[in-house]
């Protein structure tokens, strides 16, 4: 009976050994053609489309989507400080989609200046006038330098050594009110989709006109952010593919730019106003 329970206790502990063996291969980093292979097997199986960063709320439901967009942000992270080897980019463009999404990086990395000069910009911008720069508001050199400090929000949902790196520069820059900037990023934040999903809904109830800034309605003027700012990273050709496809359901949302919006808010503003003024005057 001793012999038979030591057998037992051996193979107990020979098969929990074979299962922490296990689990410690399936959770090892994969090499760079098996994440490829794995990425063209999950297009295939999306009809097409590349998997993307989740928020954090939907990681836990999706690891595999997760894993897979941070190897996509890895290797455009790659390619813009030239280190992505042709052998490489061969394999990646093998794969349905990627010769459109690499075709995508190679152009924003020829138009956006390296990452040190643009923080060693807002950092200038920023000890000039006491402050960091508001996101569509002011001169030329303001918008840029917020444009460009707003699209760094994407590194807190980013978990590449890459995005950590670039958040210790801009911590190390001494930017005015860049921590409270960062508590605020850290905050759950409503998924794009279901803005996206809210902003369709209220145009078509309004029968197809978009949302004012300067409207009594406090969802109005939400949308209204969420519009201009949708169409200011638009124009500054800092908006994914995907994304683009996504903001084509509503038909001229990313027509036409936030200035002219906002002047064509401010006329019709200014023809209600004056209809208000006329019925109260008889």
Do not use: C
């Amino acid at each position: 009976a001793v012999k038979r329970r030591r057998s037992t206790d051996v193979a107990v502990a020979v098969g929990s050994t074979e299962a922490s063996a296990a689990a410690v291969r399936s959770s090892a980093p994969k090499s760079f053609d098996a994440m490829v292979e794995d990425l063209a097997q999950w297009v295939a199986e999306h009809g097409g489309a590349l998997p993307k960063q989740l928020p954090p709320a939907a990681r836990a439901a999706d690891v595999r989507q997760q894993r897979l967009a941070r190897f996509l942000n890895q290797q455009q992270a790659d390619l813009k400080k030239g280190a992505l080897p042709d052998g490489r980019r061969q394999r990646l463009l093998m794969v349905p989609g990627m010769r459109e999404r690499i075709a995508y990086w190679d152009v924003v990395a020829a138009e956006q200046p390296d990452f040190e000069q643009s923080v060693a910009r807002l950092r200038a911008w920023a000890q000039e006038h006491g402050r960091l720069p508001k996101y569509g508001e002011g001169d030329e050199a303001e918008r840029a330098a917020g444009a460009f400090l707003i699209r760094q929000r994407a590194h807190i949902d980013d978990e590449t050594p890459e995005a950590r790196r670039k958040l210790e520069l801009l911590q190390g820059a001494e930017l005015p009110g860049f921590e409270e900037i960062l508590k605020r990023w850290r905050r759950p934040r409503r998924a794009f989709d279901e803005t996206l999903a809210e902003f369709s809904a209220w145009v078509d109830g309004h029968g197809g006109r978009f949302p004012r800034a300067n409207a009594d309605n406090e969802q109005e003027r939400r949308l209204a952010v969420f519009l201009r700012k949708q169409r200011q990273i638009f124009f500054a050709g800092a908006m994914p593919p995907e994304q683009i496809e996504a903001l084509s359901v509503v038909p001229g949302l990313l027509q036409g730019s936030a200035r002219k919006d906002a002047s064509r808010a401010s006329f019709e503003d200014g023809i209600a106003r004056l209809a208000k003024w006329t019925a109260a005057s008889g």
